[in-house]
C-alpha cells in the first residue's frame, strides 16, 4: 500500500528554519517525483517545490527559491525540505505528494498523498 508520512513541523520565529521530512512505503523513489505542497487557511493548496525522478531537477516557487532547498535520500526512501529564513507567509500545513509522470504544478498531477504537517512561523 503506498503512503506518505511527513514530519518535522512544528512553531518556529520568524528567520528560523526546519526540516522536513517525507517517508515513503509501497513504492519507489526511482519511479515518482515527490513535490511539496502548503495550505494555509482560507488559500489554495498551493505547488512549493519538487524533484524529479528523471533528471534530479529542482523546481521551487518564487516566493521560497533561495530559502528552501529539497532533497532526498533514496536508502531511506525519504524526500526532505529544508526550509531557512522563514516568514509567517509561510505558515501553512504542508503536504508531501507522488507523481507517477513526473513533478507537476497542480495537485491533480499527484497519485499519493501524506496527512500533512502544521508549520507556523510565529514570534
Known amino acids: 500500500q503506498e503512503q506518505l508520512v511527513e514530519s518535522g513541523g512544528g512553531l518556529v520565529q520568524p528567520g528560523g528554519s526546519l526540516t522536513l521530512s517525507c517517508a515513503v512505503s509501497?513504492?519507489?523513489?526511482?519511479?515518482?517525483?515527490i513535490g511539496w505542497f502548503r495550505q494555509a487557511p482560507g488559500k489554495e493548496r498551493e505547488a512549493v517545490s519538487c524533484?524529479?525522478?528523471?533528471?534530479?531537477?529542482?523546481t521551487y516557487i518564487v516566493s521560497v527559491k533561495g530559502r528552501f532547498s529539497i532533497s532526498r535520500d533514496k536508502a531511506k526512501s525519504t524526500v526532505y525540505l529544508q526550509m531557512n529564513s522563514l516568514k509567517p507567509e509561510d505558515t501553512a500545513v504542508y503536504y508531501c505528494?507522488?507523481?507517477?509522470?513526473?513533478?507537476?504544478?497542480?495537485?491533480?498531477?499527484?497519485?499519493?498523498w501524506g496527512q500533512g504537517t502544521q508549520v507556523t512561523v510565529s514570534s
Open positions: 505528494a507522488a507523481a507517477g509522470l513526473g513533478c507537476s504544478g497542480t495537485y491533480l498531477g499527484y497519485e499519493y
Open positions: 509501497g513504492f519507489s523513489l526511482d519511479y515518482y517525483a
Open positions: 524533484r524529479s525522478t528523471s533528471d534530479d531537477s529542482t
